[in-house]
């Protein structure tokens, strides 16, 4: 089992929409959560982060964690194009692992 | 306030030749981790640096190595490259007491031939 798991999509979703990402991991000791946004042939960018149950939010994003899952999610309100990135999880134990990424899709 | 800086930012090599990549930290952090990122993959956590030693390591081989000097800048070098090798290589800066995340380097593409 991979310690970090997404979908690797791609997901589509038309402009004006919610996208919904969501993320598994395997460590129960994890105690920090990121999402990282990633455009084709850049590096990683800081998006959300979360370290409690329950619900984050930070404009048109909202993170939500379920630790007894062990699940983490990330809602994109109001999708617009520029969104259209992967979208990587990542997992700090003692170290930042990441999952494969989903690939999202907004289309006008 | 300077982020993380790689170079370079590309880099072509040929199969069995040996490679450094560079990172200097964001400013006030101190530990610097490295991660290989295949096309289409997640990246991959090589190693970090802290306090000039390698705290962690990935399942990397020996090939790649590394060093973190005292102004806590930091290499990686890899040697006896495959085309495997071939990927971008991110380096990643963090202040562990925080607990936060990671802020990323732009990236250095490797591309062996």
């Known amino acids: 089992q991979k310690e970090v798991e997404q979908n690797s999509g791609p997901l589509s979703v038309p402009e004006g929409a919610i996208a919904s990402l969501n993320c598994t991991y395997s460590d129960r000791v994890s105690q920090s959560f990121f999402w990282y946004r990633q455009y084709s042939g850049k590096s990683p960018e800081l998006i959300m982060s979360?370290?409690?149950?329950g619900d984050k939010e930070d404009g048109r994003f909202t993170a939500q964690l379920n630790k007894a899952s062990q699940y983490v999610s990330l809602l994109i309100r109001d999708s617009q194009p520029s969104d259209s990135a992967t979208y990587l999880c990542a997992v700090n134990t003692d170290k930042l692992i990441f999952g494969t990424g989903t690939r999202l899709q907004v289309f006008p | 306030d300077a982020g993380v800086t790689q170079s370079p930012t590309h880099l072509i090599k040929t199969r069995g030749q040996q490679v450094t990549l560079r990172c200097s930290p964001k400013?006030?952090?101190?530990?610097v981790s490295w991660y290989q990122q295949a096309l289409g993959q997640g990246p991959q956590f090589i190693f970090q640096y802290y306090e000039e030693e390698e705290r962690q390591r990935g399942n990397f081989p020996d090939r790649f190595s590394g060093h973190q000097f005292p102004n806590y800048s930091s290499e990686l070098n890899v040697n006896a490259l495959l085309l495997g090798d071939s990927a971008l290589y991110l380096c990643a800066s963090s202040f562990p007491a925080a607990n936060g995340g990671y802020t990323f380097g732009s990236g250095t593409r490797l591309t062996v031939v």
């Open positions: 400013s006030g952090h101190d530990t």
């Open positions: 979360i370290y409690s149950n």
